[in-house]
């Protein structure tokens, strides 16, 4: 199957070079460019993408008000973030919105199209040497208040000790095959854990799960 892929950003250069790089790709098609946020949101509906490459900074609206609006109205699309740091202010909201992880810009050909590949599967892009740093940082410095204790002990104390445990281990950054080669188990059986845990926490997926662990403060930054 071919992945259906939109590119949302302000500058013509960067649309028109990761268009070039992912077309090259025999398995991703770039169905459809936006040049802000308003219109990427007006665009995922024409268009129907299977994963949107989302600048963060742009005019009219911003990558994150875009992708609160995307996940919200449409449950096909994943949202991949653009930034140019790693360590960008605003790339953690982005996150909380419901993006499904995110890239640097200068990123190479291999990893903007194993980053799509990887959205588009369902997975999360957690890269453990970056984004759990920039989860970490932002847990720490988010303006939005942590889980209270009463939600807390609501929402995770549904989950048995295993499927916590898993939580804790996918906010570290680890794969499912990580986390079954840790607990010595299937990795079969880690994809179980996971769909149970995003079940119980109604959450989109593992990129939120991790957020969720952060701010429930299952997992201590630092």
């Known amino acids: ?16 070079g990761f268009s070039v790089l992912l077309n090259a ?10 040049v802000n946020g308003r219109q990427a949101v ?16 742009m005019p009219e609206m911003n990558g994150i008000e875009a ?3 995307i996940v919200a109205s449409d449950g096909a699309s994943k949202v991949l973030v653009l930034t140019t740091f790693d360590l960008d202010e605003y790339v953690y909201q982005a996150l909380r919105a419901g993006a499904s992880g995110f890239l640097l810009k200068d990123a190479s050909a291999r990893q903007l199209a194993d980053g799509v590949r990887v959205v588009a599967s369902g997975e999360a892009l957690l890269a453990p040497t970056v984004t759990r740093r920039l989860i970490t940082e932002f847990s720490r410095m988010a303006q939005t208040p942590r889980l209270s204790a009463a939600v807390q002990a609501q929402q995770y104390g549904e989950l048995t000790e295993r499927e916590t445990e898993v939580l804790v281990l996918i906010a570290q950054g680890l794969s499912n095959a990580e986390i ?15 769909s149970r845990v995003l079940v119980k926490l109604g959450l989109r997926d593992r990129t939120q799960a ?4 952060y701010e429930a403060r299952l997992v201590t930054p630092g």
């Open 1 to 16: 199957m071919t992945i259906r892929v939109l590119i949302a950003d302000d500058q013509m250069m960067v649309r028109e």
């Open 67 to 69: 992708t609160r609006e």
């Open 210 to 213: 991790a957020v969720f662990a």
């Open 25 to 34: 790709m025999p398995d991703i098609e770039v169905v459809g460019e936006a």
């Open 180 to 194: 079954a080669s840790h607990l010595v188990v299937a990795e079969s059986t880690i994809k179980t854990h996971v």
């Open 42 to 57: 007006e665009r995922v509906r024409e268009l129907a993408p299977d994963v949107v490459l989302m600048d963060i900074r």
